[in-house]
T-cell receptor
């Protein structure tokens, strides 16, 4: 069974700090990786994807991929209380995405 | 703006009832998926479909069936609802695997309660 592992949290950070969310995956054949944000009671929303080793930046968000270590991370700079949500990591698997169970992020004012 | 629409946001059904959850996408996506999400268990794949009239079992298909008669519509059927099927149900769609990116677009979800 191919897996994506995330720490369930909660990860607590103060407003304005950098939040670092991490994810590991077991399938070396995975090509692309996705970060979804999910607010309580809502559906997941795609915020970033990455498929090349290194960093990819989009506004306050940076996705990092290290295929040798099978490690994906999401950095959120200048964290805001509105960033408080569960963040799901996903990796491409055979015919479909494989999701982690998510990390809950709490940003305190 | 691309959309995946689930017909009901909240649904309450009785044990033993046959329940239909509908999902429609307007993006001409080939792939469609049904998940359920429960606290602590994450997203669990029930069924998926890569084309009209075809279906594949996911990780937890027992007690469920699906129908895909048209490309844009993917229905989840609970043949005889039970209380352990109380959950949030999420539909998603995507393009086939082309290049590097085929992320999913999710519908807004249906919170089903079986009493």
């Amino acid at each position: 069974q191919k897996e994506v592992e995330q720490n369930s949290g909660p990860l607590s950070v103060p407003e304005g700090a950098i939040a670092s969310l991490n994810c590991t995956y077991s399938d070396r054949g995975s090509q692309s990786f996705f970060w979804y944000r999910q607010y309580s009671g809502k559906s997941p929303e795609l915020i970033m994807f990455i498929y090349s080793n290194g960093d990819k930046e989009d506004g306050r968000f940076t996705a990092q991929l290290n295929k040798a270590s099978q490690y994906v991370s999401l950095l959120i700079r200048d964290s805001q209380p509105s960033d408080s949500a569960t963040y799901l990591c996903a990796a491409t698997g055979f015919q479909k995405l494989v999701f982690g169970t998510g990390t809950r992020l709490l940003v305190s004012p | 703006d691309v959309k995946v629409t689930q017909s009901s946001r909240y649904l309450v059904k009785r044990t033993g009832e046959k329940v239909f959850l509908e999902c429609v996408q307007d993006m001409d996506h080939e792939n469609m998926f049904w998940y359920r999400q429960d606290p602590g268990l994450g997203l669990r794949l029930i069924y998926f479909s890569y084309d009209v009239k075809m279906k594949e079992k996911g990780d937890i298909p027992e007690g469920y069936s699906v129908s895909r008669e048209k490309k844009e519509r993917f229905s989840l059927i609970l043949e005889s609802a039970s209380t352990n099927q109380t959950s949030m149900y999420l539909c998603a769609s995507s393009l086939p695997r082309e290049g590097e990116n085929y992320g999913y677009t999710f519908g807004s979800g249906t919170r089903l309660t079986v009493v």
